[in-house]
């Protein structure tokens, strides 16, 4: 049978991996930053454990969702603020002028002529300020599926673990 920490790393394993395949398949991993920081340890003390995920910050808002000034929704109550400085942080970083030009995305001016990716990136942060971040539920839906069956397992290998402690403390040969 498995011991408390392999069906912990396992539990693990298993949410990091289908997080990973639904930030991929639901289109949000252009840079792979996402994606490579999904992490987790596990820790098991003689009577208790710890099991922590990590991610980069950006990976919350992407989970749960953001709503916008006009519109949109949050599952953690995140929300632009009419006063936040999306537009600035795009100026200064780039970030969204990277990915319209990643994509192939760019504006055009009445004449038809195409705009430039900076223009479009500021597009795209006004957008998402009003708008808001749609919650693609990424980390939380694989962790609620993986935790159903988990319940059982970890009984189990705690159990086993709990009577082998009582054999060693009642010293019993078995």
């Given at each position: 049978?498995?011991?408390?920490?392999?069906?912990?790393?396992?539990?693990?394993?298993?949410?990091?991996?289908?997080?990973?395949?639904?930030?991929?398949?639901?289109?949000?991993?252009?840079?792979?930053?996402?994606?490579?920081?999904?992490?987790?340890?596990?820790?098991?003390?003689?009577?208790?454990?710890?099991?922590?995920?990590?991610?980069?910050?950006?990976?919350?808002?992407?989970?749960?969702?953001?709503?916008?000034?006009?519109?949109?929704?949050?599952?953690?109550?995140?929300?632009?603020?009419?006063?936040?400085?999306?537009?600035?942080?795009?100026?200064?970083?780039?970030?969204?002028?990277?990915?319209?030009?990643?994509?192939?995305i760019r504006p055009r001016d009445k004449k038809g002529r195409f705009g430039s990716y900076r223009t479009m990136g500021y597009i795209l942060a006004n957008s998402i300020k009003k708008k808001g971040i749609k919650p693609s539920l990424f980390f939380t839906k694989p962790f609620e599926e993986a935790f159903k069956d988990v319940d059982n397992e970890l009984i189990e290998a705690y159990g086993l673990t709990v009577e082998g402690l009582l054999n060693e403390a009642l010293n019993i040969k078995t």
């Open positions: 049978m498995n011991s408390v920490e392999d069906v912990l790393n396992e539990f693990k394993a298993r949410v990091i991996q289908q997080a990973r395949t639904r930030l991929t398949k639901g289109g949000k991993n252009h840079t792979k930053e996402l994606y490579d920081s999904i992490s987790g340890t596990v820790t098991v003390y003689p009577n208790s454990f710890s099991l922590e995920f990590y991610m980069s910050p950006y990976g919350v808002f992407q989970d749960r969702g953001v709503k916008g000034t006009d519109s949109g929704r949050s599952l953690s109550g995140f929300s632009y603020k009419p006063s936040s400085n999306l537009v600035g942080v795009e100026y200064h970083t780039g970030a969204l002028s990277k990915w319209a030009k990643f994509r192939g």
